[in-house]
T-cell receptor
Framework: KAGVTQTPRYLIKTRGQQVTLSCSPISGHRSVSWYQQTPGQGLQFLFEYFSETQRNKGNFPGRFSGRQFSNSRSEMNVSTLELGDSALYLC??????????FGPGTRLTVL | DQQVKQNSPSLSVQEGRISILNCDYTNSMFDYFLWYKKYPAEGPTFLISISSIKDKNEDGRFTVFLNKSAKHLSLHIVPSQPGDSAVYFCAASYYYGGSQGNLIFGKGTKLSVKP
């Protein structure tokens, strides 16, 4: 089975812009979660989608949003980018079990 | 408030010896624990997990031990190999609302295995 894929791998944006990141889960997995990794805060949960519905949400401002499509692919969007949004954004998918399998991440740099 | 803590930021061991990575948690609702390995610029790779109804789980060179009364788990790698050098994250979750919740991660321990 192919693993979780994320596009793009690297992105450079300026403050105030918006960005959309994409994630394709492992085939057959219906749950997709997003995490942010920064040196200071570590890995923090953003939100989870299951069958096109947001099932769980972390403690991030409303500028961070996401969605899931009928084929389980997911996107996350960050609007009005701030310098502090520079991070590695990780997508993870899970099937029946509680284990989550991560993609390679998208490295976002905000200038 | 950190619910999952990895108090050792780094650990150095000799090739062939045992590596022991530790993790403590505070939330007694956690019922599933996982270990991930991460190389720079890559996503975390799932290594091994354990349910709260067990106290030990083995997979090849990796063994995870869970001590629920102490709210402590550890990952043992035997024998350690240079390729094991990476950052190891402990994560926990609990079941609620009809699904296993999100993962809550520790800050990680950087393991260096010296030849």
């Amino acid at each position: 089975k192919a693993g979780v894929t994320q596009t793009p791998r690297y992105l450079i944006k300026t403050r105030g812009q918006q960005v959309t990141l994409s994630c394709s889960p492992i085939s057959g997995h219906r749950s997709v979660s997003w995490y942010q990794q920064t040196p200071g805060q570590g890995l923090q949960f953003l939100f989870e989608y299951f069958s096109e519905t947001q099932r769980n949400k972390g403690n991030f401002p409303g500028r961070f949003s996401g969605r899931q499509f009928s084929n389980s692919r997911s996107e996350m969007n960050v609007s009005t980018l701030e310098l502090g949004d520079s991070a590695l954004y990780l997508c993870a998918s899970s099937g029946r079990g509680p284990e989550q399998f991560f993609g390679p991440g998208t490295r976002l740099t905000v200038l | 408030d950190q619910q999952v803590k990895q108090n050792s930021p780094s650990l150095s061991v000799q090739e062939g010896r045992i590596s022991i990575l530790n993790c403590d948690y505070t939330n007694s609702m956690f019922d599933y624990f996982l270990w991930y390995k991460k190389y720079p610029a890559e996503g975390p790779t799932f290594l091994i997990s354990i349910s709260s109804i067990k106290d030990k789980n083995e997979d090849g060179r990796f063994t995870v031990f869970l001590n629920k009364s102490a709210k402590h788990l550890s990952l043992h790698i035997v024998p350690s190999q240079p390729g094991d050098s990476a950052v190891y994250f402990c994560a926990a979750s609990y079941y609620y609302g009809g699904s296993q919740g999100n993962l809550i991660f520790g800050k990680g321990t950087k393991l260096s295995v010296k030849p």
